[in-house]
């Protein structure tokens, strides 16, 4: 019984009318609404330009979920502050459904990083799902005088502060991690910071920076014709896109873990009904081989999940950067 019948054969005053438009009527609305998501183009905000390796895969989800759901994905590259000028922007946009957010571990490592960004990774947010992990990898230039991860480590110990290292940005996970594995090994190098991994790896390859930790998926292009060396990989397994790269866990740091992940967030009070449609939506992609092919030539290892496990991940990533980025002292205000 739909909800005009049924208001209509229970309800008989005047008065009683006037309360069925709180108790009967608004209800079915809302149930309206949500039974007929999305009916219009939805927006997926990137923090980052278009082409870099979030974009990409960013990208790649919005295409399937367009085909999916029949309706347009339109991704928003609002690149800036590492991220978090994206997260300023989502934290404020209306909790309907119909704009979301390609997060990466930036907006836990960027919270604990400056003072005061007017977000909170879990009280602004909803998480939806997590999509894919990427580890970091430790690439040298070609003429520098070390072939393997061992040689590496004892040629810098060797020489501190002799090495230069480049990164994606100040306070990016490609960063930090670099100074969790110099802290693992006891090494010390120069950072040289730069506005995203192009530019920061296309220097190593040109012999102006000595070495540089991307992630798997912003190196491949380079690996593929042999212009980076690869040393390690910093995951506790081998990469599948790369599985003759030793680990630094098996290698030169027991247990050593640093990747970047990615993931789909709204902003915070979207219905549930409308987080667990969207997270039933990217797990049906993600279960594409398709879709999976292209994440897996990136480097890329798919991580599909629920929507509290990813609420839990982010949790567990929040507390576990707070300490990290406390401890080195590093604040970026």
């Known amino acids: 019984m739909n909800c005009e019948k049924r208001a209509h054969g229970i309800l008989r005053t005047p008065f009683a009318l006037a309360i ?11 149930q309206s609404e949500t039974d007929t998501y999305p009916s219009k183009p939805m927006r997926l905000i990137v923090g980052f330009t278009p082409a870099a390796a979030t974009d990409l895969v960013a990208r790649a989800l919005a295409q399937k979920l367009s085909d999916q759901m029949n309706i347009s994905v339109i ?11 994206a997260y300023v922007i989502g934290a404020k946009a209306a909790p309907d459904g119909y704009t979301l957010m390609f997060n ?6 960027n919270y604990a990083l400056y ?29 520098l005088p070390t ?28 960063h930090l991690g670099n100074i969790l594995f110099q802290q693992a090994v006891g090494i010390k190098a120069v950072h040289i910071p730069y ?9 190593v390859i040109g012999g102006r920076i000595d070495y540089s930790t991307p992630t798997v998926a912003s190196a491949m292009p380079f690996l593929a014709d042999k212009r980076l060396r690869p040393l390690v990989v910093m995951s506790l397994k081998r990469s ?28 915070a009070k979207t219905p549930s009904s409308i987080i667990a449609r969207l997270n039933r939506e990217i797990s ?22 629920g929507a509290a496990d990813y609420k839990n991940y982010i949790s567990s990533e929040l507390n576990r950067w707070t300490a990290i980025i406390k401890a080195s002292g590093l604040k970026l205000d």
């Open 20 to 30: 069925a438009g709180l108790t009967f009527i608004a209800p079915c609305q809302a």
């Open 75 to 85: 991704v928003d590259n609002r690149p800036g502050a590492g991220g978090s000028l």
């Open 104 to 109: 990466t571990g930036g907006l836990v490592q």
């Open 115 to 143: 003072s005061n960004l007017p977000y909170h990774p879990l009280r602004d947010f909803a998480p939806i799902a997590m999509v894919s992990q990427s580890p970091l990898l430790l690439v040298a230039k070609s003429s």
């Open 147 to 174: 072939a393997t991860i061992g040689e590496f480590v004892n040629y810098a110990r060797k020489n501190p502060d002799k090495l230069s290292y480049s990164s994606a940005g100040n306070g990016n996970v490609t």
């Open 195 to 203: 506005n995203g991994s192009a530019p920061a790896l296309t220097d």
């Open 240 to 267: 599948a896109a790369l599985p003759d790269v030793p680990t630094a866990s098996e290698t030169v740091a027991p247990q050593f873990e640093v990747s970047s992940w990615n993931g789909v967030i709204a902003p």
């Open 284 to 305: 049906t992609a993600m279960q594409s081989q398709e879709f999976r092919s292209r994440l897996l030539a990136t480097g890329a290892e798919p991580m599909p999940g």
